[in-house]
């Protein structure tokens, strides 16, 4: 899901570069002394660690755990760098964590593009 335009300034900023190494630091990540990620974090729902492969199940094809910060609550712009509502997870539960929030914005999306009833004519 792409990142709305007015939030892309919030993860340019050093705030979230700073909550994103907590998040990756509290799920077992390894930092050097400048701060850049070394690796080692797992996934906070899964436990797969960043950098494993492993097989789809469904598809058979090999997959490379990749980690990224997830917001838990997409509305909240108050807790938008509170650890509380961030998670370190890999791609596949990212999506799972979202999929209702996907839902959502998919219907919105629609519907917006659709003419109401009475407009069709």
Known sequence: MPIRPTLRPLYRSRAWKMARARVFARAGGCFTLLGEYLGGARCERC????????????TGRLVVVQLGTAHLDHEDLERFFDDRNLKCLDRRCHLLQDLEFHRRSRQS???RKR??????A
């Open 115 to 120: 003419p109401l009833l009475g407009e069709a």
């Open 109 to 111: 999306n629609k519907d």
């Open 47 to 58: 436990g797969r660690m960043d950098g494993d492969i492993y097989t789809n199940e469904r």
